[in-house]
């Protein structure tokens, strides 16, 4: 079935660069793109990111210059890069798979993974 | 960006009545709305895709509906098992973007 995991640092320093990675069963990354998203405790979700099928990418302009996302097929891995983290970075990061089943415009997502929560805090 | 207004941002409601959630867009997002419920401390799980599509495995008494730049979620007969945050999301348009949250209790 298909499963995403997150993993990664639970706790940053400000100014500091955070790397996550998402390990994905079940699935290709050759066939299915996948996306970050945000959210802040007690709070919304907030897409940061996606990196599709093909492999280009697309970033949420609020953390563009901050953001990277990646990923290595061959280990059905994504990876999130993001430098100069300040403390409204806090918050659990997902990353979920995309489909469009019957959609031209766009895509959802159809499986979640757990997330990881990640503090920066001096 | 597309702004999807989502109300009521709180509900309190009784074991088997029926429930409805609404999701206003900024502009039309052509049925490019999905609905996720989000259980304490648990990842969101998707329920309803394309407005008006159920997700595998999602109980019959979901059901989603609208059109243009405004949309729903009801549940019928609801369970305790539906307490939850419910989030409406478009995604015709790039930044896909959430509502705000519906947080769900029993009365």
């Known amino acids: 079935q298909v499963q995403l995991k997150e993993s990664g640092p639970g706790l940053m320093q400000p100014s500091e660069t955070l790397s996550l990675t998402c390990t994905v069963s079940?699935?290709?990354?050759?066939?299915?793109?996948v996306g970050w998203v945000r959210q802040p405790l007690g709070k919304g979700l907030v897409w940061m990111g996606t990196?599709?099928?093909?492999?280009?990418?697309n970033y949420n302009s609020a953390v563009q210059s901050r953001l990277s996302i990646s990923r290595d097929t061959s280990k059905s891995q994504v990876f999130l890069k993001m430098n100069s983290l300040q403390p409204e970075d806090t918050g659990t990061y997902y990353c979920a798979r995309l489909s469009r089943y019957g959609y031209t415009y766009g895509y959802y997502f159809d499986y979640w993974g757990q997330g990881v929560m990640v503090t920066v805090s001096s | 960006d597309i702004q999807m207004t989502q109300s009521p941002a709180s509900l309190s409601a009784s074991l088997g009545e029926t429930v409805t959630i609404e999701c206003r867009a900024s502009e039309d997002i052509y049925n490019g709305l999905a609905w996720y419920q989000q259980k304490p401390g648990k990842s969101p799980q998707l329920l309803i895709y394309?407005?008006?599509s159920l997700h595998t495995g999602v109980p019959s008494r979901f059901s989603g509906s609208g059109s243009g730049t405004q949309y729903s979620l009801k549940i019928n007969s609801l369970q305790s098992e539906d307490v939850a945050s419910y989030f409406c999301q478009q995604y015709y348009n790039y930044p896909n973007t959430f509502g705000a949250g519906t947080k769900l209790e029993l009365k």
């Open positions: 990196i599709w099928a093909g492999g280009s990418t």
């Open positions: 079940g699935f290709s990354l050759t066939s299915n793109g």
């Open positions: 394309n407005a008006n």
